[in-house]
């Protein structure tokens, strides 16, 4: 290693980043089946694939204290970890939580955390079995570990896409982007206020897809009593864009989605109205949605739809790239976000 060369992240970005951190590591155990690249490692445990997925969250990166209730952000981080094990079609089981607790926190904050932690793994059926915890300089920080499991053969990566595959959405986009660009706008309204009066009225909808996201169980469960297995699956943490042009990557192939078939809620477009800013960016780029991106066979678009899934495009050859279309025909190429 060149010891005076020094590259920064930025040049890079988060996604080859992680290519850049795998790339030498080649797998020594049988029982590997997928390594890192999809939602959840996949470990072969005989009779079927048990599914690992981890997921870190810093305070005043990925949340601020200031109006994410610690119940809220217990619930969340459950939900954050379990979304990529369904998004493997899996079903999740365990659940890890290490945590970093700055002297800011007392008892009663980590409890309210842990009722939020137990709310969800009471709904979502899954078991809190460990975690670590330590003192920590900065803040909170978690770090979620997910297990789950698949039958061998219902098993879906993001690879698995074929030519003319409808691409299917569960749910809108760009909600909780807006949910947070609303608190933001409060916190910074209410700054110094002796009596602060958040203005929250009207959209409910929006905070609580920011506040408290679900992960779609229901759609995996829906998927599997009509016995679809979709080609190809991924889920929508860090916005379609982004999410789009991983399934294509793996998938080597293309992707042409229709900007007038994304499902974006009535109180996005107000939101992002009163903050003059684009829903379509929000949709796209926004992230926090969990919501599942995944392709089936054209063979199944009547049941499909008959489950109130949207389709918003359809899959191509690789040499089309991933495209957005306008209403009026235009092609806007995808771009993938990341941090940098
Ligand atoms: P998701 O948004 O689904 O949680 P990420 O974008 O965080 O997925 O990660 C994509 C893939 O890269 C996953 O398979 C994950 O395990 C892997 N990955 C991310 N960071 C690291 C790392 N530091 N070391 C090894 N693998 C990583
Ligand atoms: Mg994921």
Redesign the pocket.
């Known amino acids: 290693m060149d010891k005076n060369k020094r590259t920064e992240i930025s040049s890079l970005g988060?996604?080859k980043l992680?290519d850049r951190?795998?790339a030498p590591f080649q797998s020594e155990q049988k029982s590997t089946v997928k390594e890192?690249?999809?939602?959840?490692?996949v470990i072969d445990a005989g009779d079927r694939y048990i599914l690992l997925?981890?997921?870190l969250m810093l305070e005043g990166v990925n949340f601020d204290l200031t109006y994410f209730p610690l119940q809220h952000l217990g619930y969340k981080a459950v939900v954050v970890g379990i979304s990529?094990i369904l998004?493997m079609n899996g079903t999740p089981r365990q659940i890890l939580i290490a945590l970093g607790i700055s002297s800011r926190f007392s008892v009663e904050m980590i409890d309210l955390f842990y009722e939020g932690v137990r709310a969800a793994c009471q709904d979502y059926h899954v078991d809190l079995v460990g975690g670590d915890t330590s003192a920590s300089v900065n803040g909170l920080t978690l770090s979620i570990t997910a297990t789950g499991d698949v039958e061998k053969d219902k098993i879906v990566y993001r690879s698995g896409a074929n030519t003319n595959d409808l691409v299917c959405l569960s749910g809108d986009l760009g909600a909780a982007y807006m949910g947070i660009h609303l608190l933001e706008r409060e916190k910074r309204a209410c700054n110094g206020q002796p009596n602060p009066h958040p203005k929250f009225e009207g959209y409910e909808y929006i905070l609580r897809r920011q506040l408290k996201p679900e992960a779609r169980m229901d759609i995996i469960e829906h998927l599997a009593q009509n016995g679809i297995v979709p080609t190809s699956m991924?889920?929508i943490?860090?916005g379609l864009a982004s999410e789009a042009l991983h399934l294509c990557k793996a998938s080597d192939k293309g992707m042409r989605i229709y900007l007038n078939r994304l499902p974006i809620a009535k109180q996005t477009y107000a939101m992002a109205e009163e903050l003059h800013s684009d829903p379509v960016v929000a949709a796209l780029n926004g992230g926090d949605d969990y919501e599942l991106l995944f392709t089936v066979p054209l063979s199944k678009q009547a049941e499909i739809s008959a489950m109130g899934i949207d389709i918003i495009g359809h899959i191509t050859a690789p040499d089309t790239g991933a495209k957005l279309i306008t209403p009026d025909g235009q092609e806007i190429a995808l771009r993938a976000q990341?941090w940098k």
């Open positions: 988060e996604f992680i951190i795998c890192a690249g999809d939602d959840a490692a997925s981890n997921d990529d998004a991924i889920d943490s860090d990341g």
